[in-house]
């Protein structure tokens, strides 16, 4: 089936959010500066570029809106999934607990065609930028496993997070050998292409 194409009001909102920031920012740039970028060959396939990388990132996205039990300790968060366990004690006490009952956790995948199909944690913490994202808690990705004890099945997704030395440490869910299971530790080899990333909203 194929997708129906942007909408006149999609493209209208598109417009009005860009004319809304060039008037709030317009100090910023002087008359003279701004007639000489409206000269600039193509502008509008210029302007359209990033909406479109935007549009591409967003092809590749998952949304599950799931209740996080912030009371738990990290140990029965991770065993309510119900998933085998592959931890390390150290790094589970390391596990981040945020805020919010209600979380919408977003699951993408980035592009690592000329990254030798791996990605390092910090540049994976750019990809989760460039989408206005941070990367979901543990306690938010192990709550998406229970509640869908089968979406890792075929989106084996993971997380992570710097212990207080800096160091990252990282949680996945994933189906390996007929095995629902999850893994918490510390790895700086970087992230293959299986991955889905999970991540909130700022």
Not at 112 to 130: A, M, P, T, W, Y
Request: overall charge neutral; aromatic content about 8%.
């Amino acid at each position: 089936m194929t997708a129906s194409p942007m909408t006149d009001g999609q493209i209208d909102n598109v417009v009005d959010k860009l004319r809304a920031s060039l008037r709030k920012h317009r100090g910023e740039i002087s008359s003279d500066t701004a007639q000489s970028v409206l000269g600039t060959d193509n502008l509008g396939m210029v302007l359209y570029a990033p909406f479109r990388q935007l549009a591409e990132m967003a092809r590749n996205v998952i949304v599950r809106r799931v209740t996080v039990n912030r009371k738990r300790t990290a140990e029965a968060a991770l065993a309510a999934t119900g998933r085998k366990q592959y931890t390390t004690d150290v790094v589970v006490a390391t596990m981040p607990n945020g805020e919010g009952e209600e979380v919408e956790v977003v699951f993408f995948k980035p592009d690592l065609s000329g990254k030798k199909s791996l990605i390092s944690d910090d540049d994976l913490e750019i990809e989760f930028s460039r989408r206005g994202l941070r990367p979901a808690d543990p306690f938010e990705a192990a709550a998406v496993s229970e509640a869908d004890p089968a979406f890792a099945d075929e989106h084996p997704y993971g997380t992570h997070w710097k212990n207080a030395a800096g160091k990252w440490c990282f949680a996945t869910f994933s189906r390996w050998n007929d095995e629902r299971e999850l893994n918490v530790d510390r790895n700086d080899n970087g992230w293959s292409g299986r991955w889905w990333f999970a991540g909130v909203r700022k």
